[in-house]
């Protein structure tokens, strides 16, 4: 789209090249006696600046010699400044296509490698009692590094459908680097989801926007697919609204990931992780919309169209519906109820609580 035709559109601002031609301030070459003199009851002509010195005042008969003050050159009725307008949004369009749903479950520094495997197979009957339909809405499982390798062995020997994610990755390759898991390490595990730079890394680690970009990429180049988590926390909320802090760290992640490359947003207000009080279906709508269209700035709008944005923070059972009802919302981050077999169940089942 052109800068005009995005000016029609969205016909909010007023840029530069907008038809009414800029009347820049300064003095006028040629001042000319002002409208304005008269409604303040003046009716000396305008001094110019040459003329100052002199100013004709009608019934005098001595010129009165005003003292040398610099004369007061009226700005042009209306002076237009070029206003630094808000960005305008770049309306693109972005095509409707279907995203699979995806539910994935961040169990965080919880359960053994032993509770984990209890744990998946309670998940797995259940789901299966439920008829679960994994082509419908996908399910994953994010469980601690330690437990990969049994719960990966128990999914392959049961084949089950559930996929496999971990929980960070090191942006490093294989080598010298101690308490670190390579994405080559990972990808051998059949782990097909990473999440990075999730707020209890950023703000416990001190993870910067860089190192969530290069595991991003890491993850990405090993063949497995980010799980990219963004969100603002309370104070950001405060000064800057809800989008600012997601939409930035987004730009950053992507840096690394070439174009076409899969990955999944999550956004996740720090503020509603792990507090009980989620964001509401419409907040989390707002700022998932605002993430697609940047995507679709940055990207294209195909890739646009086919990136899920997952919303996470006190999701449940009770509140997975309306999340899930918002149309640029495309599943769910969930830490503490992933950890409740049958609540993550009827998380899973969310169609179940839609009403159309
Ligand atoms: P929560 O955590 O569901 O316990 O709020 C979500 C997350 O941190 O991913």
């Known amino acids: 789209m052109s800068d005009e035709e995005r000016v029609n559109d969205e016909g909010a601002n007023e840029p530069e090249n907008a038809e009414t031609p800029l009347v820049l301030p300064g003095p006028p070459e040629e001042p000319q006696a002002e409208a304005d003199d008269a409604e303040d009851g003046d ?7 040459e003329a100052a010195v002199e100013p004709v005042v009608e019934s005098a008969v001595e010129p009165i010699v005003e003292p040398a003050v610099e004369p007061v050159v009226e700005s042009p009725a209306e002076p237009v400044t070029a206003a630094p307008a808000a960005p305008a949004e770049i309306d693109i369009p972005i095509p409707t296509v279907a995203r699979p749903p995806l539910i994935a479950g961040n169990w965080k520094m919880n359960l053994d490698h032993l509770q984990a495997i209890a744990h998946v197979q309670k998940v797995a009957w259940s789901l299966k009692d439920v008829k679960h339909d994994f082509a419908d809405v996908e399910v994953a499982v994010f469980p601690p590094f330690t437990d990969l390798r049994s719960v990966q062995t128990l999914l392959s020997a049961d084949k089950l459908a559930l996929r496999l994610g971990a929980q960070d990755v090191s942006p490093q390759g294989p080598g010298a680097f101690t308490g670190d898991i390579a994405a080559a390490f990972l ?3 059949d782990v097909r989801y990473v999440i990075v730079g999730h ?4 703000q416990g680690h001190g993870e ?5 970009a290069a595991k991003a990429a890491a993850a990405s180049a090993a063949g497995m697919v980010p799980v990219i988590c963004v969100g603002e926390t309370a104070e950001d909320l405060e000064a800057q609204g809800a989008a600012a802090v997601p939409l930035a760290q987004l730009e950053a992640a992507l840096a690394g990931l070439p174009t076409g490359s899969e990955y999944v947003v999550a956004y996740e207000p720090v503020w509603a992780i792990g507090s009980g009080d989620p964001a509401s279906p419409e907040q989390a709508q707002e700022v998932c919309r605002a993430l697609r269209r940047r995507i679709a700035e940055l990207r294209g709008p195909a890739e646009a169209a086919a990136i899920r944005l997952l919303y996470g923070g006190s999701v449940a059972s009770q509140n997975i519906a309306g999340f899930m009802r918002q149309p640029d919302v495309d599943g769910a981050l969930i830490g503490g109820a992933s950890l409740d077999a049958a609540e993550f169940t009827r998380i899973v089942q969310f169609r179940k609580h839609v009403t159309a």
Do not use: H, I
């Open 43 to 49: 009716t000396r002509p305008s001094p110019t600046v």
């Open 187 to 189: 990808a051998k595990l």
């Open 199 to 202: 707020s209890e890394r950023r």
């Open 208 to 212: 910067s926007s860089e190192t969530v």
